[in-house]
């Protein structure tokens, strides 16, 4: 599924502000599947797995449906060639992209598993 990708920057810059957008979109969703997975004695491995999931469905599914559209359909005509990548925002950075969102989402992922295990209650206590 694709997002709004038209205020984002081009090349490297582009890739960045996608990777931050797969770090908050990873360290959420790992939240939110961790509160839930507790609940239901889920595994850690399998709250990972699901958060990783979602969030690359999330952040990156539509990069990552473009560049497997542009790798393996049968493009057989310019004009069809020219119409998909109209259609999409920086084709020429869409590897980098795609680099970036998947390495967002471990970052992101590993960020809310270092948040998820830390005291808050033991690092907020009043001494006294």
């Known amino acids: 599924m694709h997002y709004d990708q038209s205020w984002m920057?081009?090349?490297?810059?582009?890739?960045?502000?996608?990777?931050?957008?797969?770090?908050?979109a990873g360290c959420?969703?790992?939240?939110?599947?961790h509160w839930l997975g507790g609940r239901q004695r889920w595994s850690l491995g399998a709250q990972l797995g699901w958060s990783f999931l979602l969030a690359t469905l999330l952040s990156a599914?539509?990069?990552?449906?473009?560049?497997?559209?542009?790798?393996?359909?049968?493009?057989q005509s310019l004009p069809l060639l020219q119409a998909k990548l109209a259609q999409m925002h920086d084709p020429?950075?869409?590897?980098?992209?795609?680099?970036?969102?998947?390495?967002?989402?471990?970052?992101?992922?590993?960020a809310g598993w270092l948040l998820c295990q830390i005291d808050w209650r033991r690092v907020f206590r009043r001494r006294g």
């Open 28 to 33: 959420l969703l790992f939240a939110l599947i």
């Open 92 to 110: 020429d950075g869409l590897g980098t992209r795609v680099w970036c969102e998947l390495s967002g989402v471990v970052l992101g992922i590993g």
């Open 61 to 75: 599914g539509g990069d990552l449906w473009d560049m497997f559209y542009l790798n393996y359909a049968q493009l």
């Open 9 to 24: 920057g081009y090349g490297i810059v582009g890739g960045l502000q996608a990777g931050a957008i797969s770090v908050l």
